[in-house]
T-cell receptor, first 111, second 115 residues
Framework: QKEVEQDPGPLSVPEGAIVSLNCTYSNSAFQYFMWYRQYSRKGPELLMYTYSSGNKEDGRFTAQVDKSSKYISLFIRDSQPSDSATYLCAMSWGEDDKIIFGKGTRLHILP | GAGVSQSPSNKVTEKGKDVELRCDPISGHTALYWYRQSLGQGLEFLIYFQGNSAPDKSGLPSDRFSAERTGGSVSTLTIQRTQQEDSAVYLC?????????????FGEGSRLTVL
């Protein structure tokens, strides 16, 4: 079993819809959870960062962490065509600096 | 620019040749990471530097891969006797201090194709 599981998609939704992206993980020692966005032929960029469980909101983006279920989510409200990208979840223990990434979900927002 | 710079952006080489990939991190960033991204795969961790030291080399796929960092700045990833399975995008990232807060700043990558 991989440490971090993420459905690669692609996921296609109409403009304006709410998008839900998810990852599961196996290592209960993970404490830091991140979402990165990667446009084609570009490096990933940090979108959201959460420590431990709970929710974090930033504009149209909400990150949720459920440590009891080992499940994290990213919600995008009022999705825009410019949100079309690959979204990678990532997590780390905090005891060292190794960050483990999921495979990424390709998202297409249809105008 | 002020971002992470990687060179070359594209490299085509023949099987068996050696290649060097360069990463110039953001000035003042002490942590530097190398990842590999293959088609349909996520980011595969290769190696991490804190200053010039590499506390974690566990991700290097084989002894054909090596990396060094000098002056706490520029890093070079070297692949010897390249194989076709080495074809991938090699991404470098840097962070101001410890990166467990998730704030990695990535370059645009070096796309390696081994024929």
């Amino acid at each position: 079993q991989k440490e971090v599981e993420q459905d690669p998609g692609p996921l296609s939704v109409p403009e304006g819809a709410i998008v839900s992206l998810n990852c599961t993980y196996s290592n209960s020692a993970f404490q830091y959870f991140m979402w990165y966005r990667q446009y084609s032929r570009k490096g990933p960029e940090l979108l959201m960062y959460t420590y431990s469980s709970g929710n974090k909101e930033d504009g149209r983006f909400t990150a949720q962490v459920d440590k009891s279920s080992k499940y994290i989510s990213l919600f995008i409200r009022d999705s825009q065509p410019s949100d079309s990208a690959t979204y990678l979840c990532a997590m780390s223990w905090g005891e060292d600096d190794k960050i483990i990434f999921g495979k990424g979900t390709r998202l297409h927002i249809l105008p | 620019g002020a971002g992470v710079s990687q060179s070359p952006s594209n490299k085509v080489t023949e099987k068996g040749k050696d290649v060097e990939l360069r990463c110039d991190p953001i000035s003042g960033h002490t942590a530097l990471y190398w990842y590999r991204q293959s088609l349909g795969q996520g980011l595969e961790f290769l190696i991490y530097f804190q200053g010039n030291s590499a506390p974690d080399k566990s991700g290097l796929p084989s002894d054909r891969f090596s990396a060094e960092r000098t002056g706490g700045s520029v890093s070079t990833l070297t692949i010897q006797r390249t194989q076709q399975e080495d074809s991938a995008v090699y991404l470098c990232a840097s962070s101001l201090v410890a990166a467990n807060t998730g704030e990695l700043f990535f370059g645009e990558g070096s796309r390696l194709t081994v024929l």
